[in-house]
């Protein structure tokens, strides 16, 4: 079955940087697209960035271009989010997601998901 572990998360403080990472197992990793979200206390998941199968293809939540970079290695099985210039707003639980097919923007459209990596910022 899919696996997806993500890691990277923690404490930092605002204007900082962190590397998510992603990695699957059970699965062809090139088979499958990947996708960012990422949940704040008290509110629904939103979408942050999403990858195509091979890399060839990204893109981003409109609020956040610029600062996050979402990137891949098939050969290691892994994505990963750069994300700099964190502010506040930034503090959520953060997700990836993978489907087989075209990447997304629409969380419905993942069918394997990891359980969540924290990231807080603090003033």
């Known amino acids: 079955q899919v696996q997806l572990v993500e890691s990277g998360g923690g404490l930092v403080q605002a204007g900082g940087s962190l590397r998510l990472s992603c990695t699957a197992s059970g699965v062809t990793f090139s088979d499958v697209a990947v996708g960012w979200f990422r949940q704040a206390p008290g509110k629904q998941r939103e979408y942050v960035a999403r990858?195509?199968?091979?890399?060839?293809?990204?893109n981003y939540a409109d609020s956040l271009k610029g600062r996050f970079t979402i990137s891949r290695d098939n050969a290691k099985k892994s994505v990963y989010l750069q994300m700099n210039s964190l502010n506040l707003e930034d503090t959520a639980v953060y997700y990836c997601?993978?489907?087989?097919?075209?990447?997304?923007?629409?969380?419905?459209?993942?069918?394997?998901w990891g359980r969540g990596t924290q990231v807080t910022v603090s003033s």
């Open positions: 990858v195509s199968r091979v890399g060839g293809f990204t």
């Open positions: 997601a993978a489907r087989i097919g075209a990447a997304s923007s629409d969380a419905s459209d993942y069918a394997f």
